[in-house]
């Protein structure tokens, strides 16, 4: 129960989409490298117009360059749809070709190796179709600001400036960036001037250490400037006026993390400022060096911080400021190196600030997701160097597995060892490109271990261990036995997994821990204890990556549930107990939810106590529906919902008239649709009018009106899809016409249409909704999509086009 939102992350591209050859699909077969380069790029100064009203811009490239050999006569650029007007080398004209993606300079004199050259281009943009986005005002949405931003990874910087579009190229850089006057512009670095002239203003940003082109960055709106600071170095938020103390909410606890951050790596933050700016259209966020793009949705307001914030987001993207920009993938196969180490520290971020509970909870949300994505999407190793697009490997393996390798290499290595690798490999590697093989060097010059078994293991093969575990106690020996089984399958690309596990045997006054190594099919061990044991457990501190089944005595699963130290293992005790069935088992759901003292466990076990459709289970449910805990009361209603009755009804519908938090709120209209939405078809209208923060009330209460896929409600679903309704409405519309399409033919079509919004966002939605009908009319419009510039559109109409295609066609 994890929460999640696919648009909140750091670009996760997984559409949810599933179905066969998916792998064949994305993950294709040809390998690729890193490109080479002729040259080195050594500064970047781009002088840049900005047009809101054109949607364009005219700009200067200056290019500082070095020559890597003899006889350079020509000089590549990735360009794509530059109008490129003039370019000089040195201050010369030269002829250029700008075609095919590539803008190509002929030189009438060859470089030499070390020879440097200042590349002039002069050029405009109109449009771009990635790479520079502008928001607007318009029929699409009125209620959108007037904004310019930036989103070059993986490899879209190519679409607004011309350069050497691959992570392993690193520079310094400059912007000067001309806006209409009243607007700011942000970039990278320093800001070494502002000038305001007649009716505009130049902003111009100084980069003075390398880093990668992808991470060049370009912010324009009517933002205000919130000051912050750590340490002496300048800590800054950004966002549209009015919203400061949203943006407080937010970004406020960066300082902090920033402290946590610098201590614990003993490395300081590298550069002269942070800064993130809040924008609207963002699909997550991106940490853009010094300078972080945010979604707008990181902008919370007083009501929806009762029980939501954006810790984990802020975390995840200055932890990118060290991995990832500091130290950067040399190529995107190796980009587990930027995203696990990422997403491993706003985890830890998270214990620091919140507890240990906290951070065990968001681990198992991130082993859950990555379990999903493999078992129903594809498997792969981490590292993969066969990949269509940059982007599909953008998935829940390089962000949530790559957390857990790390999750589990610290554990291999001990605290100590493990901060002074990363410590180490942060200082050898300052400024530069990596691969996965200079964490492995970095590691073993700290510890004189060699890793590659591990990297081996976990890195570069793929899927993770499964395990069945039986417990046996013999009264007369007094003796605990265990049969541990590996029970995935295995192949050359999945072997047996060799692990270090521990066994946690409790008892009254005592705890005995054991470690094994497991690396064969089975084993069977043998403990004396001093008695009997309460309870046992198996990883009982979680450090292990797998699945686990485990067949013990019911007494100790209710000693687990009630008494397990940690809340991680109380809540693996629920579903088990609720499988039961029995009232006994209802009642002591029922008595750990009330006393359950972490919110996350408590709404696993109310999860379970709704699985149990018995009368005393449901009586159970209705009695904790008023619990204080918002988190926990909307977990409560939805296991309440699963018992369709009129007193179930009832009770939700007291908490979709109104409840503090907006998030119990909108799930309440949410299952208050699918128990009795005829009749409450008054208050759920009402409700679409209501203001919260992602209009998450509102498309809650759409989410009710469809959920009986009444076909009285598609043609709200209709007009809701469509501007000028605000994104999360329209999302929420979109998400639930794919379930009329087999009622109304004009769905399909519909869907189509949609695809063609201006915000990216929607595009995703529509292009998964389409995946998800298996119908042939999508095809021709997923074709076409095929061809987007957009690399994340592409990916999302491949898979949709691959599951459309395997739903239709006949087997062979």
Not at 65 to 75: H, P, T, V, Y
Not at 432 to 444: G, K, Y
Request: glycine residues 6%; proline residues 4%.
């Amino acid at each position: 129960m994890a929460e999640r939102n696919e648009f909140l992350g750091c670009g996760r591209a997984y559409s949810g989409l599933s179905g066969p050859n998916i792998k064949g699909v994305l993950l294709g077969r040809a390998t690729r490298y890193a490109p080479d380069r002729s040259f080195d790029t050594l500064h970047i100064a781009l002088d840049i117009d900005i047009d809101f009203r054109r949607r364009s811009a005219h700009a200067t490239c200056r290019t500082q360059i070095r020559a890597f050999s003899d006889k350079l006569k020509r000089l590549e650029f990735d360009a794509v749809d530059l109008q490129v007007s003039a370019t000089t080398v040195d201050g010369k004209r030269v002829r250029h070709t700008n075609k095919k993606g590539k803008l190509t300079l002929s030189l009438p004199k060859a470089l030499i190796a070390g020879q440097e050259a200042e590349v002039v281009v002069r050029y405009k943009v109109v449009k771009p179709k990635s790479g520079l986005h502008f928001v607007y005002p318009g029929p699409h949405n009125p209620k959108n600001p007037v904004q310019v931003w930036s989103q070059s990874q993986p490899e879209d910087a190519r679409y607004w400036f011309p350069c050497h579009d691959a992570p392993h190229e690193k520079t310094t850089n400059e912007m000067r960036i001309t806006v209409p006057k009243g607007f700011r512009a942000v970039s990278n670095g320093a800001l070494i001037e502002t000038k305001h002239r007649g009716g505009t203003s130049t902003y111009h940003w100084k980069m003075d250490k390398p880093h990668s082109i992808y991470l060049i960055s370009l912010a324009a709106g009517k933002f205000s400037e919130i000051a912050d600071s750590w340490d002496g170095i300048p800590v800054t938020y950004y966002c549209e006026k009015g919203r400061e103390a949203d943006a407080r909410r937010g970004m406020g606890k960066t300082p902090k993390a920033v402290e946590f951050f610098s201590k614990m790596t003993g490395v300081r933050y590298p550069y002269e400022k942070y800064a993130q700016v809040a924008v609207a259209e963002y699909p997550g966020g991106m940490e853009h060096t010094t300078c972080t793009t945010q979604t707008d949705a990181i902008l919370i307001d007083k009501r929806a911080a009762l029980d939501c914030d954006m810790d984990l987001l802020m975390a995840h993207e200055l932890a990118h400021q060290w991995f990832g920009d500091l130290v950067t993938c040399r190529d995107w196969s190796h980009a587990w190196l930027n995203e696990g180490f990422a997403t491993y520290f706003e985890v830890l971020f998270q214990e620091h600030d919140k507890g240990k509970e906290e951070a065990d909870y968001e681990m198992l949300g991130n082993a859950r997701v990555y379990f999903d994505e493999d078992a129903r999407r594809y498997r792969r190793a981490i590292v993969c160097s066969t990949y269509k697009y940059p982007w599909i490997l953008f998935d829940r393996h390089l962000y949530e597995k790559g957390a857990w390798v790390l999750h589990m290499l610290r554990r291999n290595l001990g605290d100590e060892l493990w901060w002074k690798c990363v410590g180490h490999y942060l200082r050898k590697h300052r400024d530069q490109s990596v691969e996965t093989s200079d964490l492995m060097a970095a590691i073993e010059e700290v510890t004189g271990r060699n890793m590659k078994p591990f990297f081996d293991q976990w890195i570069f093969k793929s899927g993770y261990p499964q395990f069945r575990v039986q417990y046996d106690w013999n009264a007369k020996t007094k003796t605990a036995s265990l049969w541990v089984l590996q029970t995935q399958d295995v192949s050359d690309e999945t072997p047996l997994f060799k692990v270090k596990a521990d066994f946690r045997f409790t008892g009254r006054g005592w705890v005995k821990d054991y470690t094994e190594e497991l690396s064969e099919k089975e084993h069977r061990f043998t403990y004396r204890l001093p008695s009997e044991p309460l309870d046992f457990e198996f990883d009982p501190d979680y450090w292990l990556l797998k699945k686990v089944t485990i067949r013990k005595p019911q007494a100790m699963w209710r000693h687990q549930l009630l008494r397990a130290k940690r809340a991680r293992s109380r809540l693996a005790a629920a579903d088990q107990v609720a499988y039961w069935g029995s009232d006994e088992s209802a009642e002591l759901l029922a008595k750990a939810v009330r006393t359950e003292r972490f919110w996350g466990a408590a709404c696993e076990m109310a999860a379970a106590l709704g699985s149990i459709r018995s009368e005393l289970a449901f009586k159970r449910l209705t009695e904790l529906v008023a619990i204080r805990q918002p988190k926990v009361r909307r977990a409560v209603l939805e296991a309440l919902a699963r018992h369709a009755r009129p007193q179930s009804a009832a009770l939700i519908a007291k908490l979709a008239r109104r409840d503090p938090s907006a998030r119990v709120e909108a799930e309440a209209c949410r299952q208050l649709g699918w128990l009795d939405g005829k009749r409450r078809q008054g208050l759920l209208r009402k409700a679409l009018s209501k203001a919260s923060w992602r209009d998450m009330v509102a498309a809650g209460a759409l989410g009710g009106l469809a959920a009986r896929r009444d076909k009285g409600a598609l043609e709200l679903l209709k007009r809701m899809s469509r501007a000028p309704h605000a994104f999360g409405v329209r999302a929420e519309a979109m998400r639930h016409l794919a379930d009329y399409a087999a009622f109304s033919p004009a769905v399909v079509p519909w869907l189509c249409e949609l695809t063609a919004e201006a915000d990216e966002r929607l595009n995703l939605q529509a292009v998964g909704a389409l995946g998800r009908l298996e119908d042939r009319r999508a095809l021709p419009t997923l074709e076409k999509l095929k061809s987007s510039p957009n690399s994340r559109i592409r990916v999302y109409a491949e898979e949709a086009i691959a599951k459309i295609r395997a739903g239709i066609e006949p087997k062979k």
